[in-house]
C-alpha cells in the first residue's frame, strides 16, 4: 500500500515538472517570436514605373511549300530522257522527262493502218450496197411490167437489206479502229511525262529527283517533285493558353537562324478547330511572302505574333509578386522621413495584366512608390524593414531606367 502510494506521488511531481518546463519554453518561444517580427528586415527595393509593355507570343515551326506534288508517269518503260533536275525551273505543263516510246509507238502505226483496213471495207461495202440497191430498184420496175418473178424481187431485195447491214458493220469497225487509234496515240504521249497544274503560281522549282535515266519505271511511280514556294507556309503549333489569342489575320515576324537579325512578316491565314490531345496544341499556319526565294521549305523558323499591346501601363518586375492569404499581391514601401533608417511595408493586393519577361503589368489598384523586390518571402503587412544604403561607388539608377557608375 505504502508503495503504491509513493509511485502516485512520484508520477504526480513528475507531472508538474514536465508542465512548468513546457510553460516556459513556450513563453521563451513567443518571445523569441515577437522579437524576430519587431526585427527590421533587410530588403531591396524597385520603383513602380509607367510604359509600354506587349504581349508577345513566341512559337516554333517549320516551313513547308504552299503546294507540293510529284510527277509521275502514266505508263511504264525505260527512262530515255530525264530534263529536270533539283532546283530547276518548271513551267506549267512543261515537258519534265521522256520515256522509250519504241512499243507505244509501234501500237500506234498498228492501230493506223487497221483503222486504213476499216475505211477501205467500208468503202467497199457501200460499193456493193450501191450495186444490190440499183438492181433491187431494176427487179422492182421489172416486177411492175409483169415481167420478172416474185421470187426474183425478194432475191434482191434480200441482197439490198443485208448489203445494209453489212455497210452498219463496216462504218462500226472504222469508228472502232479510231478509237482504238486515238488509244495508242494517248498512250504514246504518255511517254513524254509533263508536269501540271490548274491554279498557282505559273512557275515553280523541281524539289527532289526521285530516278536517273535508264531507270525501269513502272505506272504511277515518282521522278520528281514540284514545289511552289512563294509564298511559303511556316506551321507553328500553339498551345492552349495562347490558342484564345490566335485570329485569322494577325501579323507575325518570322525569323530564321539562315538570316540573323532579318524578319520576315507574315500572316495568320489558318487556325486548326481542334487541339492535338497528346499535346493539348493546334496547327497554326502563318503565310509568308517569299518573292526573292530566300526561305527554302524545311528551315526552321520563330514566330512572334503580338497579341495586345498597352501605353501608359503600370509596370513592376515579376520578383515583386507574392502571395498571401491567397492572394497575389506586392509589399509596398511607406516613405517615411529622409532621416529615418527603418521602415515599414504594406501589403497590397494587387490585378496583373500583361507578363513580359522579367515585367508584369498592374491592372489594379493605382500604384506608386517602391515595391519590395528581394526579401518579400520573410515580410507579413505592417513589417519593418531596412533599405541598403546607396555609395558613392555603387551604380544608381536614372531616370530613362538606365544604370550610371559612381566616382572612383
Do not use: C
Not at 109 to 124: D, P, R, T, Y
Not at 275 to 297: G, M, T
Not at 389 to 397: F, G, I, L, V
Amino acid at each position: 500500500m505504502k508503495k503504491a502510494l509513493l509511485g502516485v506521488l512520484v508520477l504526480a511531481v513528475l507531472g508538474v515538472a514536465i508542465w512548468q518546463a513546457q510553460r516556459r519554453i513556450a513563453a521563451a518561444g513567443d518571445n523569441t517570436k515577437k522579437g524576430r517580427s519587431d526585427a527590421p528586415v533587410a530588403v531591396e527595393t524597385q520603383p513602380v514605373r509607367t510604359g509600354l509593355i506587349r504581349d508577345i507570343g513566341v512559337f516554333t515551326g517549320s516551313l513547308v511549300p504552299e503546294s507540293q506534288f510529284v510527277v509521275a508517269p502514266k505508263a511504264s518503260g525505260w527512262m530515255k530522257d530525264l530534263l529536270m533536275d533539283i532546283g530547276d525551273s518548271v513551267g506549267r505543263n512543261d515537258e519534265v522527262a521522256v520515256l522509250n516510246d519504241e512499243e507505244f509507238r509501234r501500237q500506234a502505226e498498228q492501230a493506223g493502218a487497221e483503222l486504213q483496213v476499216a475505211k477501205a471495207s467500208a468503202e467497199n461495202t457501200g460499193a456493193l450496197l450501191d450495186l444490190a440497191k440499183r438492181e433491187y430498184e431494176r427487179v422492182m420496175a421489172l416486177r411492175e411490167k409483169q415481167i420478172a418473178s416474185a421470187a426474183e424481187l425478194d432475191t434482191a431485195s434480200s441482197a439490198y437489206n443485208a448489203g445494209q447491214a453489212q455497210l452498219k458493220v463496216a462504218q462500226a469497225q472504222v469508228v472502232q479502229k479510231e478509237a482504238a487509234l486515238k488509244g495508242a496515240e494517248l498512250q504514246l504521249s504518255y511517254t513524254q511525262v509533263r508536269a501540271f497544274w490548274e491554279t498557282g503560281d505559273a512557275n515553280r522549282v523541281v524539289g527532289e529527283r526521285f530516278v536517273d535515266e535508264g531507270t525501269l519505271v513502272s505506272v504511277n511511280q515518282p521522278i520528281v517533285s514540284i514545289l511552289e514556294n512563294n509564298p511559303l507556309t511556316a506551321v507553328v503549333f500553339v498551345i492552349e493558353r495562347d490558342y484564345p489569342k490566335m485570329s485569322v489575320g494577325q501579323e507575325a515576324a518570322v525569323t530564321t537562324d539562315a538570316y540573323p537579325g532579318q524578319v520576315f512578316r507574315g500572316t495568320i491565314r489558318r487556325i486548326a478547330p481542334l487541339l492535338r490531345e497528346n499535346s493539348r496544341q493546334a496547327r497554326v499556319e502563318i503565310e509568308i511572302a517569299n518573292a526573292e526565294h530566300l526561305l527554302k521549305p524545311g528551315m526552321f523558323v520563330r514566330a512572334q505574333v503580338e497579341f495586345a499591346s498597352h501605353e501608359q501601363a503600370t509596370l513592376l518586375p515579376i520578383s515583386a509578386l507574392v502571395r498571401r492569404d491567397g492572394k497575389e499581391g506586392v509589399f509596398l514601401v511607406e516613405e517615411g522621413g529622409s532621416q529615418e533608417p527603418v521602415l515599414r511595408v504594406r501589403f497590397v493586393p494587387i490585378t496583373t495584366g500583361i507578363v513580359s519577361g522579367e515585367v508584369a503589368e498592374v491592372k489594379e489598384p493605382a500604384l506608386s512608390g517602391k515595391v519590395v523586390t528581394l526579401g518579400n518571402h520573410l515580410l507579413e503587412d505592417g513589417a519593418k524593414v531596412i533599405l541598403p544604403k546607396a555609395t558613392s561607388d555603387e551604380p544608381r539608377a536614372t531616370s530613362d531606367g538606365s544604370t550610371q557608375g559612381g566616382r572612383s
